[in-house]
T-cell receptor
């Protein structure tokens, strides 16, 4: 089954404790990206990757890191989480940005 | 960079009536405009998209129109049904290799009143 998976689905953590949210796709897509969704602000792109070892900033990259060592995986790293990073995070993959984005199920992160 | 504005933020329509959601974009080089639907507690899913070489696209009860001169595009839903209740997002991007940022609007919560 073609899908995008994210883990964990829910996470409660404390300020400053490093965390990683994993994202994996099995559709051989080149383009992967991370979004955060906040009420009234819609979906905002954090980082995107057009291929292995190629990443670029989206609209809200501050406080986040990503890596793309393999085509199927695109983890999101928060080195020192802060409460303003409490949000719903979606990973997505597609052939390119101008093709249908396939979203993962979302990760709800709470930073205390 | 690209800026996408979406209006209205909330919209309520009687079942059977039409709904229209509008988006404007700032980058005249943008050439791909998708619309995503997000049901409560679910992930966004593509419902329709349009590329800059056409002015209108229809798929059953939904249609999207694009005005490149005015830099705006709209989603039209006719004969609305309860299952159309959801949050709808527009987005814009351009197919220039090396810069494929995808910018979304802030969303429209559509409620269909039975």
């Amino acid at each position: 089954e073609a899908q995008v998976t994210q883990n964990p689905r829910y996470l409660i953590t404390v300020t400053g404790k490093k965390l990683t949210v994993t994202c994996s796709q099995n559709m051989n897509h080149e383009y992967m990206s991370w979004y955060r969704q906040d009420p009234g602000l819609g979906l905002r792109q954090i980082y995107y990757s057009m291929n292995v070892e190629v990443t670029d900033k989206g609209d809200v990259p501050e406080g986040y890191k990503v890596s793309r060592k393999e085509k199927r995986n695109f983890p999101l790293i928060l080195e020192s989480p802060s409460p303003n990073q409490t949000s719903l995070y979606f990973c997505a993959s597609s052939k390119r940005a101008y093709n249908e984005q396939f979203f993962g199920p979302g990760t709800r992160l709470t930073v205390l | 960079g690209e800026n996408v504005e979406q209006h209205p933020s909330t919209l309520s329509v009687q079942e059977g009536d039409s709904a229209v959601i509008k988006c404007t974009y700032s980058d005249s080089a943008s050439n791909y405009f998708p619309w995503y639907k997000q049901e409560l507690g679910k992930r966004p899913q593509l419902i329709i998209d349009i590329r800059s070489n056409v002015g209108e696209k229809k798929d059953q009860r939904i249609a999207v129109t694009l005005n490149k001169t005015a830099k705006h595009f709209s989603l039209h839903i006719t004969e609305t049904q309860p299952e159309d209740s959801a949050v709808y997002f527009c987005a814009a991007t351009k197919s220039n290799f090396g810069n494929e940022k995808l910018t979304f609007g802030t969303g429209t919560r559509l409620t269909i009143i039975p």
